[in-house]
């Protein structure tokens, strides 16, 4: 069985950097407007984009999301990876660790992570489906413990469980689990989708137990239906499934606008976060922190120079829109005045959600 998890999480890896994976939908951000000032009155040099996020400090509000662990090459990439977080003072997570916790050979590759970077905000892994069938309380913390763990992130994959040909679509008791782990542990439980977003109605269950925060893992980056569809050896029917689902889910901004409205729970935005624009948009939608993973698993597969570039791009990207918008501070990024339209306008209003909440909030 690990064997062949791990045969699996390799497939996944090549196939991300050599396959076309991204989703043929949309994010919303492109639906999202920030209302230009021409008078900033700051200046770009003072810009700060220092941020706490769970009681931790960070040099900007960016998470390196969870990607990979359990193979041997990926022990590579977390280093390359953790090597960015420790250096640019950001929070990282990594992929599930249920490989490594079924076979202790390969916790190497993902103890790395924190060898490599011993101050980063970093943060563990294991899936929903292990929970509803068998993990509880001691796997929790043999994943904790693994990397050191400043929080612990639960991720829901439904449709890639429907999808994938070893899938375990098992969904029963998933919420009775998180709750016994938030009351059992002391490491902040956060929740993540993997590409197909999160509603505000899931979203209140999750902060009804105690989940600290929540990262919406949005449709429109990653679809992880095109990439088990090109495993190889996959199956016709598996392909036709993919292909039939590939429209699923919810778009990256409106589930930042639903967990925003339904909850006080911190949000992380992530989903087809490409560029330093997107960053500013998900802040100024709420939420607190922005995640980003398949072009810092390009980037790591690439060379050890390419993460920090990436960084500094997407830094400055970030920046350049703080100055344009008159923000010198995430804190104020967060008040900025904004534009709602197109696709994710109409969500907003078939859905009940405050479309005006971001306009003219200075008033």
């Given at each position: 069985?690990?064997?062949?998890i791990?045969?699996?999480?390799?497939?996944?890896l090549?196939?991300c950097?050599?396959?076309?994976?991204?989703?043929?939908?949309?994010?919303?951000?492109?639906?999202?407007?920030?209302?230009?000032?021409?008078?900033?009155?700051?200046?770009?040099?003072?810009?700060?984009?220092?941020?706490?996020?769970?009681?931790?400090?960070?040099?900007?509000?960016?998470?390196?999301?969870?990607?990979?662990?359990?193979?041997?090459?990926?022990?590579?990439?977390?280093?390359?990876?953790?090597?960015?977080?420790?250096?640019?003072?950001?929070?990282?997570?990594v992929?599930?660790?249920?490989?490594?916790?079924?076979?202790?050979?390969?916790?190497?590759?993902?103890?790395?992570?924190?060898?490599?970077?011993?101050?980063a905000?970093l943060?563990?892994?294991?899936?929903?489906?292990?929970?509803?069938?068998?993990?509880?309380?001691?796997?929790?913390?043999?994943a904790?413990?693994?990397?050191?763990?400043?929080?612990?992130?639960?991720h829901?994959?439904?449709?890639?469980?429907?999808?994938?040909?070893?899938?375990?679509?098992?969904?029963?008791?998933?919420?009775?689990?998180?709750?016994?782990?938030?009351d059992?542990?002391?490491?902040?439980?956060?929740?993540?989708?993997?590409?197909?977003?999160?509603?505000?109605?899931?979203?209140?269950?999750?902060?009804?137990?105690?989940?600290?925060?929540?990262?919406?893992?949005?449709?429109g980056?990653t679809?992880?239906?095109?990439?088990?569809?090109?495993?190889?050896?996959?199956?016709?029917?598996?392909?036709?499934?993919?292909?039939?689902?590939?429209?699923?889910?919810?778009?990256?901004?409106?589930?930042?606008?639903?967990?925003?409205?339904?909850?006080?729970?911190?949000?992380?935005?992530s989903?087809?976060?490409?560029?330093?624009?997107?960053?500013?948009?998900?802040?100024?939608?709420?939420?607190?922190m922005?995640?980003?993973?398949?072009?810092?698993?390009?980037?790591?597969?690439?060379?050890e120079k390419?993460?920090?570039?990436?960084?500094?791009?997407?830094?400055d990207?970030?920046?350049?829109?703080?100055f344009?918008?008159?923000?010198?501070t995430?804190t104020?990024?967060?008040?900025?005045?904004l534009?709602?339209?197109?696709?994710?306008?109409?969500?907003?209003?078939?859905?009940?959600?405050d479309?005006?909440?971001?306009a003219?909030?200075?008033d």
């Amino acid at each position: 069985m690990t064997g062949s998890i791990s045969r699996r999480k390799m497939s996944h890896l090549q196939i991300c950097v050599t396959e076309d994976v991204q989703s043929s939908r949309n994010t919303g951000f492109e639906d999202v407007i920030l209302i230009h000032n021409s008078l900033p009155e700051i200046d770009m040099k003072d810009i700060n984009l220092s941020t706490r996020f769970l009681g931790h400090h960070l040099s900007a509000p960016f998470i390196i999301e969870a990607m990979t662990g359990g193979t041997r090459r990926a022990k590579l990439i977390n280093r390359r990876l953790a090597e960015a977080a420790e250096r640019y003072g950001i929070a990282m997570g990594v992929g599930s660790q249920r490989a490594a916790i079924e076979n202790p050979a390969l916790e190497d590759t993902f103890r790395i992570v924190r060898q490599t970077a011993p101050e980063a905000f970093l943060i563990a892994n294991i899936g929903a489906p292990q929970l509803s069938i068998e993990y509880g309380i001691e796997e929790v913390r043999k994943a904790i413990e693994m990397i050191s763990a400043d929080a612990l992130a639960i991720h829901l994959n439904p449709l890639q469980e429907c999808i994938q040909p070893e899938g375990e679509p098992r969904g029963k008791g998933v919420i009775e689990k998180i709750s016994r782990i938030v009351d059992n542990i002391e490491t902040p439980v956060i929740v993540k989708e993997t590409g197909t977003g999160l509603s505000g109605n899931v979203a209140k269950l999750l902060q009804d137990v105690g989940v600290r925060a929540i990262d919406v893992a949005g449709r429109g980056g990653t679809d992880w239906g095109k990439v088990e569809a090109k495993r190889p050896k996959t199956a016709q029917q598996t392909v036709s499934k993919a292909e039939l689902f590939s429209t699923w889910g919810i778009s990256t901004v409106a589930s930042v606008l639903e967990v925003t409205q339904f909850t006080n729970t911190p949000v992380i935005a992530s989903g087809g976060v490409r560029n330093g624009m997107h960053v500013a948009k998900s802040i100024a939608l709420g939420a607190e922190m922005v995640g980003s993973a398949l072009p810092f698993l390009s980037a790591a597969m690439a060379g050890e120079k390419m993460v920090g570039r990436l960084l500094e791009r997407i830094t400055d990207e970030l920046k350049t829109a703080m100055f344009l918008t008159g923000s010198d501070t995430i804190t104020s990024l967060r008040k900025v005045d904004l534009i709602l339209s197109g696709a994710t306008l109409n969500w907003a209003i078939q859905r009940g959600l405050d479309a005006n909440r971001y306009a003219r909030r200075s008033d």
